[in-house]
């Protein structure tokens, strides 16, 4: 059964997502400090981490820079305050893969768990073909989440793996935003609410990102196609 780490100081909170783990079957561990949770982050013995910003030794900032500084690519799910979208920007900018905004509800935070380890878990031993794009000099595998030039391979995180699998689908045509949200975050109306807004933002912060990635082809390149979303234009081998 998946095990997950709980990093949160608030009692209450804390007990409330491991009460509700274990009645879905999961095995929690909960740490209420920063510095646990990077050492028990470092030993890897976790399928997902649920990780609070405000901790009181060292935010949750720094304990996720910090994994991910350190090859860690355990799926983490940020615990934020209400509204706070630049924290959600800044969170999923450096490596998590998924935020929940606090208060929510355990149905909902099961639901986001299980999207994210459902993707994760699959790889050992499924049997789903291995996925593999050629960007330019780049081998990008879908499976395995990594992103390869030369001897050099980067593990991806779910979000940043979902676009760029999408982009790579469209490959040299437009992808449309709305569609990206839609398969990506489960927006259907780009113009809706707070969400789709953060998610249209969090969409550029994952555009820039995957062009931070790729920059070493300049051949491959991630385009703005104004008013309709983004196209990946690649180079097409005679
Ligand atoms: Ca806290």
Not at 183 to 203: K, L, N
């Amino acid at each position: 059964m998946s095990t997950i780490l709980i990093v949160e100081d608030e009692e209450r909170i804390a007990s409330f997502i491991a009460k509700g783990l274990r009645a879905a079957g999961f095995t929690p561990t909960i740490t209420a400090s920063g510095r646990e949770a990077i050492q028990f982050g470092l030993m890897g013995d976790f399928d997902l981490i649920i990780l609070d910003l405000g901790l009181p030794d060292i935010d949750g900032f720094d304990v996720l820079e910090e994994l991910r500084g350190q090859g860690v690519a355990t799926p983490i799910i940020m615990l934020t305050a209400k509204d706070d979208v630049e924290d959600k920007v800044n969170g999923l900018d450096i490596g998590a893969d998924d935020y929940i905004t606090k208060p929510f509800s355990m149905e909902e935070l099961l639901l986001r768990i299980e999207a994210i380890l459902r993707r994760t878990v699959k790889h050992d031993g499924d049997k789903e073909p291995q996925r593999v794009y050629q960007i330019g000099r780049y081998v990008f595998n879908t499976t395995t989440q990594t992103l390869s030039l030369g001897e050099q391979s980067r593990r991806l995180t779910t979000k940043e793996c979902e676009l760029l699998s999408l982009l790579c689908l469209f490959a040299n045509q437009t992808l449309e935003r709305g569609h990206a949200l839609n398969v990506i975050w489960g927006i259907t109306e780009p113009t809706g609410g707070h969400d789709s807004s953060f998610s249209q933002r969090s969409m550029d912060v994952y555009v820039t990102k995957l062009r931070r990635m790729l920059d070493a082809d300049e051949r491959v390149e991630i385009k703005n196609v104004h008013g309709k979303g983004y196209k990946l234009v690649v180079p097409v081998e005679a």
